[in-house]
């Protein structure tokens, strides 16, 4: 049973544009909502996390949107760079994280100069 | 600056071999974890530990185990490897039970089973 379900795969954005990458999720006991960013021969690395107290979560370019009703989040990456071409994951956890980290399958994004 | 460091960052073995891989962090994290990636899996939880000498299973523990003797160590082992054990391994760590805090990954092991 996958409990954190990630779109798309992957994903072309060109320099400047918006880059959308969405994840749903099942379990309702899930409190906190991070993204990794993984560059090749990288272990990932925390991007932005948020608690679904909020709808909204702004860092840089980077925002997060949260719909607790749909159990769905998303990540929004504003005026896109070639820097930017990675791998991002979604994930989720119950009780503060100490549990581990449920993963989404990844997004391998690539922006064009 | 957290640093989380693997032992080896590849390794080749071979089937039935017992495998350890070794994961140590310098910034007094009470929490540990052990992940695999699979390439269109997405990273899954195999054990962790929440202090020393505790383990718990992750979502995939099958054919693992786990050793926390300091608290700043963390081990993987196979006990008898096999070829559907070929992955990259990631280590992380955390900050306070009960908290929601980063995790911090390690660069992987990428182990190759023949």
């Known amino acids: 049973q996958q409990q954190v379900k990630q779109s798309p795969q992957s994903l072309i954005v060109q320099k400047g544009g918006i880059s959308i990458i969405n994840c749903a999720y099942e379990?309702?006991?899930?409190?906190?909502f991070p993204w990794y960013q993984q560059f090749p021969g990288k272990g990932p690395a925390l991007l932005i996390a948020?608690?679904?107290?909020?709808s909204e979560k702004k860092e840089g370019r980077f925002t997060i949107s949260f719909n607790k009703s749909a159990k769905q989040f998303s990540l929004h990456i504003m005026d896109s760079q070639p820097g930017d071409s990675a791998t991002y994951f979604c994930?989720?956890?119950?009780?503060?994280?100490?549990?581990?980290?449920?993963f989404g399958k990844g997004t391998h994004l690539i922006i064009q100069p | 600056d957290v640093k989380v460091t693997q032992s080896s960052r590849y390794l080749v073995k071979r089937t039935g071999e017992k495998v350890f891989l070794e994961c140590v962090q310098d910034m007094d994290h009470e929490n540990m974890f052990w992940y695999r990636q699979d390439p269109g899996l997405g990273l899954r939880l195999i054990y962790f530990s929440y202090d020393v000498k505790m383990k718990e299973k992750g979502d995939i523990p099958e054919g693992y185990s786990v050793s926390r003797e300091k608290k700043e160590r963390f081990s993987l082992i196979l006990e008898s490897a096999s070829t559907n054990q070929t992955s990259m391994y990631l280590c992380?760590?955390?900050?306070?039970?009960?908290?929601?805090?980063?995790?911090?990954f390690g660069p992987g092991t990428r182990l190759l089973v023949l």
């Open positions: 994930a989720a956890s119950k009780g503060g994280g100490a549990d581990g980290l449920t």
């Open positions: 992380a760590s955390s900050f306070s039970w009960g908290s929601q805090e980063t995790q911090y």
């Open positions: 379990n309702t006991a899930f409190d906190y």
């Open positions: 948020i608690r679904p107290d909020v």
